[in-house]
């Protein structure tokens, strides 16, 4: 008689990478990427100073675009439809070359790991969709946690995420932030095109080799130590400042400023995955405020620190570990600051978390996490109120839960300040006309909002633009990338640079009116 068979059922199972052992290292190369050029380069100085082999993948591209959609589930969102392209691309790349089993034994893949209602807790399974479509789910790769600084060995002990490499890690971030800010707030004014470029490469160079260079030491109590009463980095800084020094700008050249806002990864990213949007509103003539990542971090802070606020009662625990969240705070705010202060003051400083709260409040609560969560709202009423950008950007990628929430809000948020302008810009990666084309709407009524300003401090000031460059032909550093204008209440570069010069007495109403018959 025959017998019946059960079906065979296959479970799910969750990808674990096989382990990465210690005497691996010396052979195997650690993948990262995900951010800017900048801070890769950084961030590579520390791993290597850390003795890993460290290298970012290439900047993602357009063909990731396509590589990614073919391998991961359709609906996904653009950002992980491109990151998970970028590795995709990077192996297929090497296994042209070499034997599958070669790639996945040299390289292995570190990516940032996170919980959450939105895509970014589920990275890791389209990238292990992505290798079983490779067939290479033999390959390694390991998720760094955004909370935790001390997360100990991976499975094998050949990757350690402890105390001196997240340090490491950290403060290069925050190094790339402020000369990020640095560059977009040059090059729209330089003089000579390209020197900002150059000097930026350059500073990147000589910093990478101060954080590979970084002294380490055994404990890590130590270690931390060092890092929070060091002058190691800052002495760093004040070099690169006078490596800027020697950029000559002018900065009254009226450009309406653009605040990029956005997803986490199209916000930072710098390339075919925003469409270069940065780079292209600065072709259009205007100047980029770029996102720092300082921010996300900080942002990262303040949920648990709102979580023990809010209880009820408050045990002896609870306290301390409440003191120590607001000690880290203060002590991330003041290394950020220590940075800026070595590059003149000229990097924006970082906003008051608890502002930003606040000012999202009536539009979206900031219990409502995955994705910026309120800081988007946040961030565009803090610009607004603070007069810190004529024009919001907000970069929304396509299928993103989220930022749909957001750009949502944002509505609420138009209909109580209708003159603020704001361009939400959905981001599928391959529809570059339809969302460059929207975004240069706005961008013309910021252009002539920037240009009112200036009529309006010429007008108030009773300077002229003429009497302006007699003085800065007599005041040479007046022109340097490095002199510092500070905020006097208009949005745009060259209306607070007037207005400054007038305030100042450097430039008097007196003077600047060219006597009669005067050339
Ligand atoms: S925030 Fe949006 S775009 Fe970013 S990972 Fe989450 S779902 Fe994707």
């Known amino acids: 008689m025959a017998t019946m068979t059960e079906p065979t059922v296959s479970h799910y199972q969750a990808y674990k990478p096989r382990p990465f052992k210690r005497e691996e290292r010396k052979d195997t190369t650690i993948l990262f990427g995900g951010l800017t050029w900048k801070h890769e380069r950084l961030i590579q100085g520390v791993m290597q100073n850390m003795n890993y082999n460290a290298m970012p993948l290439p900047n993602v591209a357009r063909a990731d675009l396509d590589a990614g959609k073919e391998l991961i589930d359709v609906g996904a969102c653009c950002p992980t439809i491109f990151t998970t392209g970028n590795l995709v691309n990077f192996l297929k790349s090497e296994t042209k070359h070499t034997p599958k089993e070669e790639v996945a034994n040299k390289y292995i893949f570190l990516t940032a790991g996170a919980c959450g209602p939105c895509r970014f807790g589920q990275y ?27 997360q100990g060995s991976a499975d094998g002990g050949g990757l350690e995420i402890n105390l001196p490499l997240s340090m490491g890690l950290i403060w290069a971030i925050l190094c790339a932030d402020v000369l990020t800010d640095l560059e977009y707030m040059t090059r729209p004014y330089e003089v000579t095109p ?13 910093l990478y080799q101060v954080y590979r260079n970084r002294p380490v030491k055994e404990n890590k109590w130590a270690m931390l130590g060092w890092h929070l009463t060091t002058n190691y980095f800052t002495s760093a800084l004040r070099k690169v400042r006078k490596m800027w020094d020697a950029i000559e700008v002018d900065r009254l050249q009226v450009k309406p400023k653009v605040k990029i806002t956005g997803e ?10 925003n469409y270069n949007i940065k780079r292209w509103l600065e072709q259009e003539g205007a100047e980029t405020i770029p996102p720092p990542i300082a921010v996300w971090l900080h942002y990262l802070m303040h949920p648990e620190i709102r979580k023990l606020e809010k209880r009820q009662t408050m045990t002896r625990n609870a306290k301390i570990k409440l003191a120590v969240l607001q000690v880290v705070e203060r002590i991330y705010n003041g290394t950020y600051n220590r940075f800026r202060k070595a590059l003149a003051n000229l990097p924006n400083e970082l906003p008051d978390q608890i502002e930003l ?9 900031f219990e409502l996490r995955g994705g910026e969560g309120h800081l988007l709202i946040g961030k565009a009423l803090h610009a607004y109120h603070h007069k810190k950008a004529n024009m919001i950007c907000e970069l929304t990628p ?18 109580r300040y209708p003159d603020l302008l704001y361009a939400p810009i959905e981001i599928k990666g391959d529809a570059e006309v339809h969302a460059l084309s929207r975004c240069q709407m706005i961008l013309t009524e910021a252009k002539k909002r920037s240009a009112r300003d200036m009529e309006d401090v010429l007008e108030k000031t009773g300077l002229t633009v003429e009497a302006i460059r007699k003085y800065e032909a007599r005041n040479p550093d007046v022109r340097r990338a490095t002199y510092r204008v500070p905020h006097t209440g208009y949005a745009g570069t060259s209306a607070n640079y007037v207005a400054h010069l007038a305030e100042s007495g450097r430039v008097s109403r007196v003077s600047s009116k060219a006597p009669a018959g005067c050339c």
């Open 264 to 273: 986490f990864w199209l916000q930072t990213h710098e390339g075919d995955g």
């Open 194 to 206: 390209g020197q900002t470029d150059k000097v930026l490469q350059e500073s990147i160079e000589y």
């Open 124 to 150: 890791h399974e389209s990238y292990t969709m992505a290798l079983d479509g490779l067939g290479m789910r033999d390959f390694r790769l390991f998720l760094l946690a955004q909370d935790q600084l001390d």
């Open 357 to 365: 709260k606040n000012l999202a409040e009536p539009f979206y609560h």
């Open 398 to 415: 396509y299928s993103c839960m989220p930022n749909t929430m957001s750009v949502g809000s944002m509505a609420n948020v138009l209909g």
